[in-house]
Each structure stands twice: as structure tokens, then as C-alpha cells.
């Protein structure tokens, strides 16, 4: 080969390397998989809060679209008419109901447990009501979180407790709204979530009379895991786009591994994203989030119960197998 051939190749292969890096450099980035989040702003949406803001999603290439959604009818109408893909904190008879309705539409990906040590629902009594225990609360006004799933609780809480519905007026009220009535004594009592009840303690607006009710008077043991909501996504989005559901859901799980192992630190996320002060962040109770593939079959038996009653409370319709929605990752 001659010397002004080979000179000519060289500049020719300089040539395309350059090229070639330029268009490396001038490239977008790959674009990010968005998916559309319905988030009800309690503290049981942690794991959401968590995984956006240490950049869990971004580190599986996930932008979310945030949509407040406050409750689970709105989360389950969402989900049904394909407005989200996932639900940060769906409650567990609303999703059933919704798989009732349509089978599959909600798929539970982490389940969250909770009792009097993993403190979520609550009775709290105004300041200056005499009532010192659930029920003292007959002729009470008494507020509950929204939806059907909560007022069935909240009925039946006070029917294990002797009081029958003539006994007290009971009417659902959005969260926003809890610790202000409260606090001006529009309700006597109320039936609600938190971060909602430890600052309207924090605030010496409510005496909290009982936490982890479900747990105590619908499955008749205190210490059981209640499984009364978890973070959810549609059959939808899992079937046509499984890569994008399987980092959703790595990201969810980094992020429940952070709230058991950094307590402490992750409290922070629920200030600006939920009714939660500086002051009293530090001391909300957290519930127990599981990954369902870590769920143990007591777990499961203690979930099935729970929906179980909700089929006998007539909240649903029909009883449904908790496993055909549970969606290991």
C-alpha cells in the first residue's frame, strides 16, 4: 500500500471518529418512561415520596406525573378509565371493589400493615369531650376519612364497641379538612388517618382515644398486620410495558428499604407532600410497608381476613382471593 494511500485512510478513519462523536455528544438523552401516579397525601404514600425525591425513579430512568387524588374512589376511577398507572396509597377494598368491576385493574406490587405499633387509623375525641374510650362516644358528631372502605371501618369499629348507628352521626369529611373541624369543634369525635391525627395532637386539638383499631376489633388481634392499603399498579401498564412496571417497582423497594432502615430520616418527605408541620414530622408513627414478595403467609391470611370482612360488612359484594392480585417483583 502507498504512503499517500494509507495517509489518506487515516484521515478518512480521523475523520469518521470525529463524526461520530459529534453525533454522540449532539444526541438527547434517552427519554425518561413517564408514568402517571394517583397519590392520596396521607403518610401511607411514603414510599412514593421517598423513591421521587432521593431519586430512586430517576435512577430507573422513570419520570412520574403526579395527580392528587383524595381518596380511594377517585384512585380506583382512575385507574378503571386508564387516567394513572399506579396508585401510590390505594386502599385494599377499594382495589378489591375495583377488581370486582373489572378483574386485574389493580394489582398490588406492597401492601402496608397496620396495628397499635404500626399506627395509621384512629379514634381521637375533641378537647373537652368527656369520652375516655371508643365507646363513651354515643350522641358524638364524629368525622371519618373519606370513602366507603373507611366508613364501613369506622361503623364497625364502634358497633364492636356497643354503639349502634342511631347511637352517633358519622360523616365522611376529606382529610384536608380533619384537624380544622376538629379544632373548632364542628365534630365531636372523628375516625382518621394520619399524618392527620398526630397533628391534631401535636396542635392539643384531640385526645387520641385508640390506634390500630382495625387490627384490634376486625381481626381481633392487636398485634396482627391490618392490610388496609398499599401501592398498586394497573394490569394495563404491567402487561404493555413489563420493563417500565419491574423499575417501578425496584425503585419502590429501594424506598421501603430506606424507611426501615433510616426511620428517622425519611419523615422529612412527608412535610411539604402531606398536612405535616416541621415540628411534628419527626414523631408520625409509620405503618408497615411490605414488598409483597416478602409477605409471609400469616400476612396473607391476616389480608384475607381483612377483605374477608368487607365481603360480610357488605362493602363488597362478593369475597374475593387476595393472591389473584398481588404481584410479586
Known amino acids: 500500500m502507498s504512503s499517500s494511500i494509507s495517509k489518506y485512510l487515516s484521515i478518512a ?43 430512586y425513579f430517576k435512577e ?22 386508564n387516567k ?18 373489572k ?7 406492597a ?3 397496620q396495628n397499635k405499633k404500626w399506627q395509621m387509623e384512629q379514634f381521637v375525641v375533641r378537647v373537652g369531650h368527656p369520652a375516655k374510650k371508643i365507646s363513651d362516644l354515643k350522641g358524638a358528631k364524629i368525622l371519618s376519612a373519606p370513602g366507603p372502605a373507611n366508613m364501613s371501618m369506622a361503623r364497625a369499629v364502634l358497633a364492636a364497641n ?33 399524618p392527620n391525627g398526630m397533628v391534631a395532637v401535636g396542635i392539643g386539638a384531640v385526645r387520641r382515644l385508640e390506634a390500630g383499631v382495625i387490627s384490634t376489633y376486625i381481626l381481633r388481634d392487636d398485634a396482627a398486620n391490618a392490610y388496609a392499603a398499599g401501592g398498586a399498579l394497573t394490569s394495563k401498564f404491567i402487561q404493555s410495558r413489563p420493563n417500565v412496571a419491574k423499575r417501578y417497582a425496584a425503585a419502590w423497594a429501594k424506598a421501603i428499604h430506606d424507611i426501615k432502615t433510616d426511620t428517622a430520616g425519611v419523615r422529612k418527605h412527608l412535610i411539604k407532600n402531606t398536612f405535616t408541620s416541621p415540628k411534628v414530622a419527626p414523631k408520625i408513627p409509620m405503618v408497615n410497608y411490605t414488598m409483597v414478595k416478602h409477605l409471609t ?15 360480610k360488612a357488605k362493602v363488597l359484594k362478593s369475597d374475593v382471593d387476595v393472591t389473584k392480585y398481588l404481584k410479586k417483583y
Not at 419520570?63 to 374512589?73: A, W
Open 13 to 55: 478513519a480521523t475523520a469518521f471518529a470525529a463524526a461520530t462523536m459529534m453525533v454522540t455528544l449532539t444526541s438527547p438523552a434517552l427519554a425518561a418512561d413517564k408514568v402517571r401516579v394517583g397519590v392520596f397525601p396521607v403518610s401511607s404514600a411514603l414510599p412514593y415520596f421517598v423513591a421521587l425525591e432521593r431519586g
Open 60 to 81: 430507573q430512568n422513570i419520570e412520574t406525573i403526579s395527580s392528587r387524588l383524595m381518596g380511594g374512589p377517585p384512585l380506583v376511577g382512575a385507574m378503571i378509565g
Open 111 to 113: 401492601i402496608n400493615g
Open 84 to 101: 394513572i398507572d399506579a396508585a401510590a396509597n390505594l386502599v385494599t377494598i377499594e382495589g378489591m371493589n375495583a377488581n370486582l368491576k
Open 162 to 194: 356497643g354503639l349502634k348507628t342511631g347511637d352517633y352521626r358519622l360523616d365522611q369529611l376529606p382529610m384536608p379538612q380533619h384537624v380544622g373541624a376538629l379544632k373548632a369543634g364542628t365534630f365531636d369525635a372523628g375516625y382518621t388517618l394520619e
Open 103 to 109: 378483574p386485574g385493574v389493580v394489582m398490588y406490587i
Open 297 to 311: 403467609p400469616t400476612n396473607i391470611k391476616n389480608f384475607q381476613a381483612f377483605i374477608s370482612f368487607a365481603h
